[in-house]
Structures are given as C-alpha cells and as structure tokens.
C-alpha cells in the first residue's frame, strides 16, 4: 500500500508539470493572439505596427524559452520509472551543454561514480540542463562548472557548483520559488523544475552560495542497486 502511494504522489507531480506548462504557455499565446488580432484590424502607423510585432516576437521567445525549461527531453511516451546510471546521462547533459559553455568561456570539469538512482531520465536530464545552464549563466566573464557524483551508501550525492555571481541571502531564500528571476530574459521557473524533479525522486538539496564567489548545490539522492538496461548504457551521445 506504501507502495501504491508513493506511485501516486509521483504521478501527481508528473502530471502537475505537464498541467503547469499548458498553463505558464498559455499567458504568451494570449498575448501574441491579442496583438496579432490587433495587426489584422486596419492600417496602423508604422511604428505602432513595430511596436507590436516586436512585443509579439519577444513573447514567443517567452514561450519558448518556458518550453525549454520543462521539456527539452520530452518524449511522447515517457516511461514512468527506470534505473539511471548517474554518470552517463550526467554526462550527456554536459555534452549538450558544451558549446554553450564554451561561447561564455566556462569549462566543464567533471568526476563522476556510476552511482545506480531510480527516476524518469528526461525529467533527470532536464533537472541537471536547467542547473548547468543556470551556472553558466552566472559566469558571464568565464569560470568552471564543476560536476560531481559520489556514491556513498545507501545514497548518490551530485554537487554541482559554479564560481559565478552568487546569491544573496534572500535569493537563496527564493532559489526554487516559481516566476523569481534576476535575468531580464528570464523564466523563472528552471530552477523550479529542478527542484520538483528532486524531490519527486525521493531526494533533497542544499544550496551554499556567496556573492562573486559562486554557488554549489548538493544533491542527494537514494541509491539503488537495479542495474540500468545495458541498451542504456551503451546508448550513443
Ligand atoms: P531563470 O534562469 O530563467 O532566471 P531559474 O528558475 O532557472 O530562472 O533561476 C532563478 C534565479 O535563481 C535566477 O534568475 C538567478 O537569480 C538564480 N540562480 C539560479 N542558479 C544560479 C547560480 N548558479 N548562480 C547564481 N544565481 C543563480
Ligand atoms: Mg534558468
């Protein structure tokens, strides 16, 4: 029965992203209709034309953007649960992430234990894109994204740390909280996502941060002895 609930509490957060994204895409969309319906309605001086193409450009930018952050690695029929090799799909994402680290002139320095954890792997692999970019991002003058997992026990332990432009006390406080951004292009919601995919996994996190020093977030989470599918581990990229 234990079991059965937990089951349940993990479709509910599966489904609650699925039900907050249609939501947070919906706002753009409104506002791109509303302006576009506008456009439609007569000659408009010019710079009124502009102006709203413009606005309706930078909202889908929004909407994408938001895309981004939730569902990178959607696939259309996402597999509930599987075991995941911490190591290889961490170091799929920091594949991925490569070339954008390299346009900010961030490197990538990683050391990884094939630590065994049970999760969705697109939600896994989307936690840790929204965590790396969001370190990158903190590095606008270059600087090293360091990764690192270790198991120890009965638990996987990722550390994911930047030498970034660091957090305030307060934005620590808000590290999480849906719509807080410090970028002007910003969602809001990467770290968000994150957080929920963690915790849906059954595991915790601990952010440490210092302004213009950096930040380093831990992960924990269980351990689990299921071997992934070899298919997996010897999947290409
Ligand atoms: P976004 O990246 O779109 O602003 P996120 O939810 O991904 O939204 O992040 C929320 C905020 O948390 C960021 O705007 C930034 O202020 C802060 N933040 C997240 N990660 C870091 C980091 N590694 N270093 C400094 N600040 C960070
Ligand atoms: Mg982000």
Known sequence: ARAELMKMEKMEIV???????SH???????????????????PLPRETE??????????LERAEAIIRDYLTFAKPAPKETEPIDVAIQLQKVLQMIAPMAHMHSVSLSSSLDHGIVIGNVQYFQQCFLNLFK???EAMPNGGTLRVTAEHRGTAVVITVSDNGVGMTKEQVR?????????????????AMVAVKIIEQMGGTWNIESAVQKGTTLTITLPASR???PTAERNAPG
Do not use: W
């Open 134 to 136: 969001n370190s990158i």
């Open 15 to 21: 489904s609650q992203l699925a039900a907050s994204i």
């Open 174 to 190: 808000r590290y999480g909280e849906p719509y807080f951004s410090t970028k002007e292009k910003g969602t809001g919601l990467g």
């Open 50 to 59: 502009e102006r709203y193409i413009r606005i309706a450009l930078e909202e």
């Open 24 to 42: 947070e895409i919906r706002n753009p969309l409104t506002v791109v209709k509303g302006f576009i319906q506008l456009l439609q309605t007569g």
């Open 226 to 228: 299921v071997q992934p």
